[in-house]
């Protein structure tokens, strides 16, 4: 199981990123994704998830009505749309899979720093 997550970088506030969550080693159809922040200094916080069928669902009121998740189940692939980016959204971003019998599987997280 591997989960590669891309896209991060440094963006102006008010701008907007695209990270990426590249999936192998599971059937990817079959299960949930989740995208969580880890700001400097702060617990990671989990943002949104979205089911194996695309349904999505916003677990942080932090970010509803800026950031967005989708999946593409023909590339493995779960993307985080962040648009209208503020300085307190800079830290660490993870995806995460869930397995029941194995466990949480995480990515390697993608910076994503926001200036003022």
């Known amino acids: 199981v591997q989960l590669v997550e891309s896209g991060g970088g440094l963006v102006q506030a008010g701008g907007s990123l695209r990270l990426s969550c590249a999936a192998s080693?599971?059937?990817?159809?079959?299960?949930?994704i989740n995208w969580f922040r880890q700001a400097p200094g702060k617990e990671r916080e989990s943002l949104l998830c979205i089911s194996s069928s695309g349904h999505s669902m916003d677990l942080a009121d932090s970010v509803k009505g800026r950031f967005t998740i989708s999946r593409d189940n023909a590339k493995n692939t779960v993307y985080l749309q962040m648009n209208s980016l503020k300085p307190e959204d800079t830290g660490v971003y993870y995806c995460?899979?869930?397995?029941?019998?194995?466990?949480?599987?995480w990515g390697q997280g993608t910076q994503v720093t926001v200036s003022t």
């Open positions: 995460k899979v869930d397995f029941r019998l194995l466990g949480a599987y």
């Open positions: 080693g599971f059937t990817f159809d079959d299960y949930a």
